[in-house]
């Protein structure tokens, strides 16, 4: 092996034992929960290193850069899930590489992701993005909604063609009434996917926790963690 493929081995390695860790102590089975790695500012050299390790899911947050990524990592077996902030002119670009689109937080994305999807014969999967530190009503300037925005923003999606309602996707939020207590912002956010889901049973995935805090979404129930410093080592450039 290279150097760097051991270690991004060595890396998943101890990222795979936390997560089967977290799952034993909530004594949940380790495939209730999905690992999506965070291949952001990496480049697609690494990103074909991982798939070759056994890595199905990668997720992105900018499209400059993971539409190139994508387009040549197309031959690789992997699912693409895009977790930046969208804005509307990306959305074609976006809706012909992603599987899944985790930062669903407005209508008019909706309604754009749905135009993209048709026109490119695509069903796009999509996670409703839920921001703690937003007021109620509105949106949070690092993306996402309120949690008493979700319901209506979910019904959107599901009626909306070319999209599925897959379920709910949050950061641990820097302030606001949840700041520095991530297990209880995913405990809040598996609430809101349990009033989701009474609605929409097939939504019924939860996209929390990252390199610092996978263990309390874990614990909390998240069905997919989004790990990005902890395999590919601490981003040259924060973003
Ligand atoms: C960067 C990022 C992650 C991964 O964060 P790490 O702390 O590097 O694990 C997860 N989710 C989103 C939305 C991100 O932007």
Not at 78 to 90: P, Y
Not at 213 to 235: I, K
Request: aromatic fraction near 2%; charged fraction near 25%; hydrophobic fraction near 45%.
């Amino acid at each position: 092996m290279t150097d760097r493929k051991t270690e991004l081995a060595g890396n998943l390695a101890r990222v795979e034992d936390r997560i089967s860790a977290a799952c034993a102590a909530a004594g949940r089975p380790r495939q209730d929960v999905t690992l999506i790695v965070v291949t952001k500012t990496y480049p697609a050299s690494d990103v074909r290193l991982l798939a070759d390790l056994g890595v199905r899911h990668v997720a992105e947050n900018r499209d400059q850069d993971a539409a190139p990524k994508a387009a040549e990592c197309a031959d690789l077996p992997l699912s693409w899930h895009f977790v930046g902030q969208l804005q509307t002119n990306k959305v074609r670009s976006v809706a012909s590489y992603a599987d899944v689109v985790q930062s669903v937080d407005r209508k008019r994305l909706v309604d754009a992701l749905s135009a993209a999807a048709v026109r490119g014969g695509r069903e796009l999967g999509c996670l409703i993005q839920v921001a703690f530190d937003a007021e109620s009503g509105g949106r949070s300037g690092r993306g996402g909604v309120a949690p008493d925005g979700v319901a209506e923003l979910a019904d959107a999606v599901a009626e909306a063609q070319g999209l599925r309602l897959q379920g709910l996707m949050a950061v641990a939020p820097l302030v606001g009434p949840y700041a520095d207590r991530p297990g209880a912002a995913f405990d809040r956010l598996m609430e809101i996917s349990s009033s989701l889901r009474a609605v929409h049973p097939a939504a019924t995935m939860v996209s929390a926790g990252m390199s610092t805090d996978l263990e309390d979404a874990v614990a909390a129930g998240a069905t997919h963690v989004r790990v990005g410093t902890a395999v590919l080592g601490v981003r040259p450039r924060l973003r």
